[in-house]
């Protein structure tokens, strides 16, 4: 059965979410699915932005066939190749043979690559600023390398003053029948996995993500329409102040996130009175995680979140504790940078994480390391209070500054 929503007029809803689907890319953990946008422009000439995932594909046909009443299929503005939005559009090809596909050269070249097509004479390749008029709609072309991927553009309907903005703006997440973030509360429900979807997927591209915004900004948009869930007409600039905090690497909230790597409990003991330190002394913003127990994608997006950082690692096999070293590596992949640190180590007999943890956080941009460092041998006792203490009130006379 077909599940098509009118998002103006001329602008219908064609995707659909995946609710079954439990690593996205393989990798992130899904709790609440995901969808995958596209979208049906009915001009004189019928325009679809973008495909979907396999997963959906049958929903998807269905929906395109309903939305076209019989009408055929124009073009296909590929705005994105990864295959969560293009695992579709080889079939689309062939359902629709005479169909133009708009895209960039690295699009088209894609095409080849995973669809082993060569699309003679059905491929239009455009450059930045380049327009296609298909009756009441014209639409501009801008380039949006690296945002995530490198063929990847955007595209303005400068009639409707809609922005198809490719994986920007996206995040995880199905859609619940309600199309638009103005129909959800979006802080209390969203914003949390759109962050965690904007440090993982496209956190390491901050400065391609400000190149974007710089072009978005000279645009007037009533709608940005995402390739992953909700729409937004309402409150835009809220979320785009959301994208320049995160693409500059600046901290979101001022606060104190608490990450420990702790085996039997006792690294995270001590942090635990770095915690109740901070919160007798007035800071309210305290989020502290054992990293065993949360995916390391979820501790990178609380990493964008917060301004402080106590990262606090057990000595492992003469090196880092696991789920500290893997948070640190994913840190770095992601260009994390602009943040202020303080270090705790633990190791019964030759402690190295905290050299380890210093050599990472040196190996970022802009990354500020609070002193004391703290180095614990199996457990803290009462004569090491004072120095965690300290360690606390130099985070909290920081935050104060
Ligand atoms: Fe949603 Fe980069 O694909």
């Known amino acids: 059965m077909y599940c098509v929503q009118p998002i103006t007029p001329e602008i219908l809803y064609v995707g659909g979410s995946d609710r079954r689907l439990t690593l996205f890319e393989n990798t992130y953990p899904l ?9 049906l422009v009915l001009d004189e000439k019928t325009v679809l932005m973008d495909t979907v995932d396999w997963a ?15 009408r055929t299929l124009d ?10 939005h293009a695992a579709t559009l080889g079939e689309l ?5 005479d169909v133009q596909v708009v895209g960039t050269a690295k699009t088209m070249a894609m095409i080849g690559q995973f669809f082993g097509m060569d699309l003679a004479g059905r491929g239009i390749t455009v450059k930045e600023g380049e327009t296609l008029t298909t009756g009441r709609h014209t639409f501009t072309f801008y380039m949006a390398p690296m ?17 198809f903005c490719a994986d920007a703006f996206g995040t995880f997440g199905a859609l619940n029948g309600n199309l638009f973030a103005d129909e959800v509360d979006f802080p209390r429900d969203w914003l949390a996995e759109a962050r965690r ?31 992953h869930g909700p729409i937004w007409r309402k409150d835009i600039g809220w979320f785009v102040d959301k994208y320049q905090t995160w693409s500059t690497y600046m901290p979101e909230e001022q606060g104190v996130m608490i990450a420990c790597a702790s085996i039997y409990g006792h690294t995270e003991q001590a942090a635990e009175v770095v915690a109740n330190r901070l919160a007798q002394h007035g800071v309210r913003n305290i989020a502290l995680y054992d990293l065993s127990h949360h995916h390391v994608s979820e501790m990178v997006s609380e990493a964008f979140r917060w301004s402080h950082l106590v990262l606090a690692s057990a000595t492992y096999n003469n ?7 893997n948070l640190l590596l994913d840190l770095k992949a992601h260009n994390f940078q602009n943040r202020t640190v303080a270090l705790m180590e633990n190791g019964s007999w030759a402690p190295q ?6 050599e990472a956080v040196d190996g970022m941009k802009n990354m500020r390391i609070l002193e004391p460092s703290i180095t614990i041998k199996s457990a803290s006792g009462e004569d090491q209070r004072p120095a965690l203490e300290a360690l606390a009130d130099a985070i909290i006379a920081d935050l104060k500054g």
């Open 147 to 163: 945002v995530h991927w490198p063929e990847v553009m955007v595209t303005y309907d400068n009639t409707e003053k809609v922005l």
């Open 31 to 39: 709790s609440r699915g995901v969808s995958y946008n596209a979208y």
């Open 353 to 358: 994480a905290g050299k380890l943890m210093r």
């Open 93 to 97: 090809l062939r359902r629709y043979p």
């Open 56 to 70: 959906i594909g049958e929903r998807f046909f269905e929906n395109l066939t309903h939305a076209l009443e019989g």
């Open 197 to 227: 979807y904007y440090a993982n997927i496209v956190g390491k591209y901050g400065a391609q993500v400000q190149a974007l915004l710089k072009k978005a900004a000279g645009l007037e948009i009533a709608m940005l329409c995402p390739l």
């Open 75 to 84: 073009y296909v503005v590929v705005n994105h190749m990864e295959p969560d």
């Open 319 to 325: 090196g880092l504790f696991t789920p500290m070293e």
